[in-house]
């Protein structure tokens, strides 16, 4: 079975971010959302993902700083641009090297048939889960103070059948894996 394919989306817009995050998880996507370009470097870093679906500009680092830093670790993301500010950007698109371009408001019919073209896959084999049956009885334990980022992996770890335990402070951590 081929990896699961993880899609990353950033937009400093909080109902955009919101709405992707529903519609991924209704449909049964691997995904992880933010609206924190930096967080979304760092969790590129942490899992990799096959496709970044990104806003141009956003406070702190626009789309294209946020597009350079994520391709450092993984160099073969695919990526995808919705923006309302397309227009004077063109040289800039072409010089990222982005796959594809949707303008805002997006319509998520397109979005997912480009998700699809990009990641070669069909909708079935993207949202496919690694199988449970064999899997050791594990108890992970997952420490960080972005809860975001705790929520996430609760979530995703949960879905794959393995049971985890949260914690958002060193100090709890310790307490939760029994070390105090």
Do not use: C, W
């Amino acid at each position: 079975m081929a990896k699961p394919k993880m899609i990353l989306v950033v937009d400093d817009d909080p109902n955009l971010v919101m709405f992707f995050k529903d519609f991924f998880k209704q449909e049964g996507y691997n995904s992880f959302t933010t609206e924190d370009p930096e967080k979304a470097i760092r969790m590129a870093k942490l899992v990799h993902p096959d496709l970044l679906i990104i806003d141009i500009k956003m406070p702190k680092i626009d789309g294209f700083g946020v597009l350079a830093k994520v391709r450092e670790n993984v160099p073969a993301i695919k990526s995808i641009i919705v923006s309302a500010y397309v227009k004077g950007f063109e040289e800039q698109i072409k010089a990222a090297k982005v796959q594809a371009v949707l303008e805002k408001p997006v319509k998520f019919e397109e979005l997912e048939e480009l998700i699809l073209k990009l990641l070669d896959v069909k909708k079935a084999e993207l949202t496919e889960k690694l199988p449970v049956q064999g899997r050791p009885d594990l108890k992970i334990l997952f420490v960080d103070d972005e809860t975001e980022l705790t929520e996430f992996f609760d979530e995703t770890l949960n879905e794959y059948g393995f049971h985890t335990e949260i914690a958002n402070s060193g100090e709890d951590g310790l307490k939760k894996a029994g070390q105090t």
